[in-house]
């Protein structure tokens, strides 16, 4: 009997993750250099990478030879970058007007805040060019490809990402029952989540009942992830 060793999944699986991204971000002698390089420190600045890994345990529940594995890289990517958007834009002084981030300059302080408006457009733009690039004519890669696509459009978008955070601050200061709680936390940070075992399923071409099985798992694991980021916001002056 095979004995699984999560840490050393967790250990691989992490590398895993920065190396895709350091292949998929220009490199800071890309121009204009200055975004690039303040796109770099966005990325680069640490993290736990749990979308990416969502992705990539998700995709391990299908059978091997029918995952593209520079697919899930892709996916993995694309679904951090709109992650890394999401902090930078939040930080800015028109949202949370944080100064800190993981115990570094937020990219407004690092730079300034023209630079992390453009740092987020890019970010969110490049996750979908990367996502979207041929990479294999096989018509089911494409459709997997296109699929992914309309999943993390979904989940950052209006009635996802983006949605929540507007439902957040037009809130600030109130009390919200439970039931608008519970939806703001879904779509603000659920949402994300979801979409990273999705996009893994999708990968792997999993059936129907095993997807109804990630999402439900991703929604309880999205509202306990935002619940317990509330309570680090309460309690500290910096994530």
């Keep these: 009997m095979s004995s699984f060793s999560f840490e050393a999944w967790l250990a691989t699986q992490s590398q895993r993750a920065e190396s895709a991204l350091l292949q998929y971000l220009d490199p800071d002698t890309a121009v204009p250099q200055h975004l690039h390089t303040a796109m770099r420190y966005a990325v680069l600045g640490g993290g736990k990478r749990i979308r990416p890994l969502l992705v990539f345990a998700a995709s391990e529940l299908g059978s091997i030879d029918r995952v593209d594995a520079s697919l899930v890289n892709r996916a993995a990517c694309a679904i951090e970058m709109i992650h890394t958007y999401s902090l930078v834009h939040d930080d800015l002084p028109c949202m949370d007007d944080d100064d800190l981030r993981r115990g570094r300059p937020t990219v407004h302080k690092a730079f300034d805040e023209a630079t992390a408006l453009l740092v987020g457009d890019a970010l969110q733009t490049r996750a979908f060019e990367i996502l979207s690039n041929v990479i294999d004519a096989d018509s089911l890669i494409r459709l997997a490809q296109l699929e992914m696509i309309q999943s993390l459009a979904h989940a950052s978008g209006s009635k996802g990402m983006a949605g929540g955070q507007a ?27 979801l979409c990273a075992v ?24 999205g509202l306990a992830f935002q619940v317990v980021d509330d309570i680090l916001d309460a309690t500290a002056d910096s994530a």
């Excluded at 893994?200 to 309880?220: C, E, H, K, V």
């Design 167 to 193: 439902i957040d601050l037009q809130n600030v200061g109130k009390k919200m029952d439970l039931p608008a709680l519970e939806e703001m936390h879904a779509m603000k940070t659920g949402a994300l989540l």
């Design 198 to 221: 999705q996009l893994g399923g999708i990968a792997a071409q999993l059936p129907p009942a095993s997807m109804a099985s990630l999402n439900t798992y991703a929604r309880a694991l």
